[in-house]
């Protein structure tokens, strides 16, 4: 298992304050629905080009073939899940600053996917479990909060659903790894095949392929 570094440390204390400075003006200045949707656009592409930048920090700490796979799988899920994420931001913005935090916890989960790949396959697949929970729950939020067309209903009725699979998935292949100690390339390959196997079918679902 690799050691913290204090690069690591301090890229996590520059996420953290990246995060919270933005947020503390938030809540204390209580901006209105409007700023608020313009806020969230603002401060989620900014995140996301920091949680891309600090990630590489990791990358000096990876020997292992798993990991450079899972390095590279993590980015490209990263920047795919970007890619879908921002038009439904735009969309469907958040209504409250708990709605936002929601965004922020998405988005710490993703540097933590990546960070999570100079340890072991199995926090590497809790962590990718525990991003599915919160991004279910950022879902299901929208579909609380908004009236949805039929079309918009079926796309996130289908990532709830596989999304919930996936996370299933991962924590069985944690189960596997722990009781049969299957070398972690074996473990990261098959989770890989299913996720692509998973994308594929719920974008052929709902008429529109996306990966994340």
């Known amino acids: 298992m690799a050691p913290i570094s204090l690069a690591t440390i301090y890229g996590l204390g520059e996420l953290f304050i990246y995060i919270a400075l933005p947020l503390n003006y938030l809540i204390c200045y209580n901006i209105n629905m409007e700023n608020l949707k313009q806020f969230t656009l603002k401060f989620i592409d900014i995140m996301i080009g920091i949680v891309l930048g600090l990630g590489f920090q990791s990358w000096s700490n990876i020997h292992d073939t798993w990991q ?8 490209l899920s ?11 931001i735009r969309k469907f913005p958040p209504k409250n600053e708990v709605d936002l935090l929601a965004d922020v916890g998405i988005l710490f989960l993703m ?39 039929s079309r918009d ?15 299933l998935v991962a924590l069985a292949l944690i189960s596997l790894s722990a009781i049969f100690h299957l070398m972690p390339l074996l473990i990261l390959v098959i989770f890989i095949i299913f996720r ?3 994308r594929i079918l719920a974008s052929f679902r709902y008429k529109s392929f996306n990966f994340s």
């Open 68 to 75: 450079y796979i899972a390095f590279f799988f993590a980015y």
């Open 78 to 88: 990263i920047v795919d899940y970007w890619i879908d994420y921002i038009p439904t």
């Open 111 to 149: 540097f933590l996917l990546i960070y999570a790949t100079q340890f072991t396959i199995i926090y590497f697949l809790i962590v990718y479990a525990v991003f599915r929970l919160v991004d279910n729950i950022w879902m299901a939020r929208i579909r609380y909060q908004y009236s949805l067309n």
């Open 153 to 167: 209903k079926l796309f996130f009725n289908t990532w709830l659903v596989f999304g919930s699979i996936e996370g």
């Open 196 to 198: 692509l196997l998973m």
